[in-house]
């Protein structure tokens, strides 16, 4: 008799929404079983045109209760774009401002969910899919081992997403990507290697960058391409397979200045939300071909909404922007700045520290409880802010050298970062080592980080060892021999020469450069970190359930061949 109950109250909560609302509906509430979790996994957007407010609410509220998840606005892990049973698509890219339907995304009619709680199982959704194919000109069925259409960075608002459990196909001049904001966050210490940790390995799957603006993520098994020479990848508008010395004037730079000083703000206050969409903004008026003259204008580029054409506006006509003077006269935002570029704090240790009536540097040195690595970001604190010259990076890279090569004749090093990317200043400095022979690198990442310690180069640990795989990293502080010289960071690792290619891309950057080498390996089935290339990845959402198998890549070269982009030396990857 309960089960009986339960179907009943599920079809009234489906299809008769005003019943329903009249109704005690203790069964909403309720959490269903296990054996219920049907919608694990599963992610809606649920569009609300020609969708009853009431209705609307009972869908979320049993897609919940069924263990799937409802976002309020299309995301890179959304699996459904839910429609009134109605809808069509004409109507969808209107409601949505888009040229062309959503390619990436299943479409489904609301009629898919009524149907899943009445059979309390995730049906097949065939048959309620609605027909977003019909508005794309010319396309034809591909699947995504054999796609021929162009693939275009995140930078882009094309984007030639063929995966096979949409049976879908290239898509085409659309800007559903300007609806599919990924999870923003600041990136790792902002520091001059601008390497980020791999997609695969932080939560939610990605890491977002200002100009990286969408893409759905495979939920089946990636095919794995066709890493011939002979294959010649249609690259489009990815950057990686761009030169960054190609001639761009940022003809808008006026506005850009001011939104990088929000977006430095909102980074201090851990507001990543608001700091990615402001990244995204800058990334589409960089790109923009002529200076702002209006709001529609604004509010035309690629992922700006009303509210921020506003602040462009703003800055546009008068040359200011009224939350930005705000936040430059507002005293804790200031301090929050000024504790988050303290060495080993973040925006949630500076807000403590704020928190606990702490507001200069010499507070946090007499009355906070700092760990080791912030006594030191505190005590040289305006020596780590301060960047380089060209030429002491150069020193430091030759220091490390001579003392390795002393240790184990024949090895290899390198200085990565801008260094590397050819910048005339660095704000550290990160060396590879490694041996070619194979095995000779072994043993000495000790010997090597306690011979400079010996010579007094090395003044202090930040993190005295870190182990990654197959790979040694020290993180600390160096100062070269002389009169007023600067403590500078520097950051050491070993790898084994097998790994090495794909740790020089790693180490070389730019984080820009890397996010879209990580992104073109995804949409391949491949996945790329500073230990290897690998093909054959399968994926499902932003887990990866099968590692793949790893490509021999025993130079740089051999990683961009791999992947079909046209090899970029270090100096023509500063994006």
């Given at each position: ?44 957007f ?43 698509v004409?109507r ?12 990436d ?29 019909s508005?794309?000109?010319g ?7 054999d796609?021929?259409g ?17 049976h ?18 600041r990136e790792?210490?902002d ?27 495979s ?16 690259v ?43 990244q995204?903004a800058?990334?589409?008026?960089r ?20 509210k921020?054409?506003?602040?462009i ?10 939350k ?37 540097l ?10 080791h ?6 005590r ?58 194979g ?22 640990d ?6 990654n ?6 993180l ?15 950051d050491?690792?070993?790898v ?14 730019s ?28 994926r ?16 740089e ?13 270090p ?5």
């Amino acid at each position: 008799m309960a089960q009986r109950k339960r179907t009943h109250d599920v079809y009234v909560e489906t299809l008769n929404p005003n019943r329903a609302k009249r109704q005690k509906r203790s069964s909403e509430s309720a959490s269903a079983s296990p054996g219920e979790k049907f919608l694990c996994g599963t992610v809606l957007f649920l569009l609300p045109a020609g969708i009853q407010k009431t209705r609307l609410q009972l869908f979320k509220t049993q897609v919940a209760k069924y263990g799937g998840l409802v976002e309020d606005s299309v995301t890179d892990r959304t699996t459904h774009f839910v429609v009134d049973d109605s809808m069509t698509v004409e109507r969808m890219c209107k409601i949505m401002k888009i040229d062309t339907p959503p390619l990436d995304t299943t479409v489904v009619k609301s009629a898919w969910l009524s149907a899943c709680f009445r059979a309390k199982e995730k049906v097949d959704c065939d048959s309620f899919k609605l027909d977003v194919c019909s508005l794309a000109p010319g396309a034809t069925p591909t699947s995504a081992s054999d796609s021929k259409g162009p693939l275009t960075d995140h930078t882009s608002a094309a984007d030639a997403e063929t995966e096979s459990r949409h049976h879908q196909f290239p898509k085409v001049g659309v800007m559903w990507n300007a609806f599919k904001p990924q999870p923003g966050g600041r990136e790792e210490e902002d520091v001059d290697s601008d390497y980020v940790p791999s997609d695969d390995d932080q939560p939610g799957g990605s890491t977002s960058g200002a100009a990286d603006t969408g893409g759905s993520t495979s939920t089946s098994a990636d095919t794995t391409p066709n890493t011939s020479p002979e294959k010649k990848l249609p690259v489009g508008k990815w950057i990686c397979a761009q030169s960054s010395k190609a001639p761009k004037a940022n003809l808008n730079e006026h506005i850009t200045s001011k939104l990088e000083d929000m977006v430095k703000n909102y980074e201090s206050t851990n507001d990543k939300w608001r700091a990615f969409g402001y990244q995204k903004a800058i990334a589409a008026l960089r790109k923009h071909p002529k200076e702002i003259t209006s709001w529609e204008e604004a509010r035309s580029l690629q992922g700006v909404g009303s509210k921020l054409a506003d602040k462009i506006w703003e800055i546009a006509q008068s040359g200011e922007l009224r939350k930005l003077n705000e936040f430059q006269s507002s005293e804790e935002i200031q301090v929050l700045k000024l504790f988050t570029d303290v060495w080993g704090a973040g925006p949630t240790t500076a807000r403590t520290w704020y928190q606990q009536g702490f507001r200069t540097l010499e507070d946090l040195k007499t009355k906070a409880n700092l760990t080791h690595q912030q006594k030191v970001g505190v005590r040289i604190y305006d020596d780590l802010l301060d960047r380089m010259p060209r030429e002491e990076a150069t020193e430091i890279g030759r220091i490390v050298h001579d003392a390795a090569e002393a240790i184990q004749p024949g090895i290899l090093t390198q200085v990565c970062g801008s260094y590397r990317r050819g910048k005339a200043d660095c704000g550290d400095v990160d060396v590879l080592v490694t041996h070619p022979d194979g095995h000779s690198e072994k043993g000495i990442f000790a010997k090597l980080v306690q011979r400079l310690k010996d010579t007094g180069f090395l003044t202090d640990d930040l993190v005295s060892v870190e182990d990654n795989g197959n790979q040694k990293k020290y993180l600390g502080v160096c100062k070269l021999p002389g009169v007023n010289r600067k403590h500078r960071r520097l950051d050491i690792i070993v790898v084994p020469y097998e790994e090495y290619a794909c740790a020089l891309v790693y180490f070389t950057g730019s984080a820009h450069f890397n996010r879209s080498l990580r992104h073109l390996c995804k949409k391949m089935g491949m996945s790329l970190n500073e230990h290897a290339l690998k093909k054959g990845v399968v994926r499902k959402g932003a887990e990866k359930i099968y590692e793949g198998t790893t490509v021999p890549t025993p130079t740089e070269e051999s990683v961009f061949t791999a992947l079909g982009v046209p090899f970029r030396p270090p100096e023509e990857r500063d994006h």
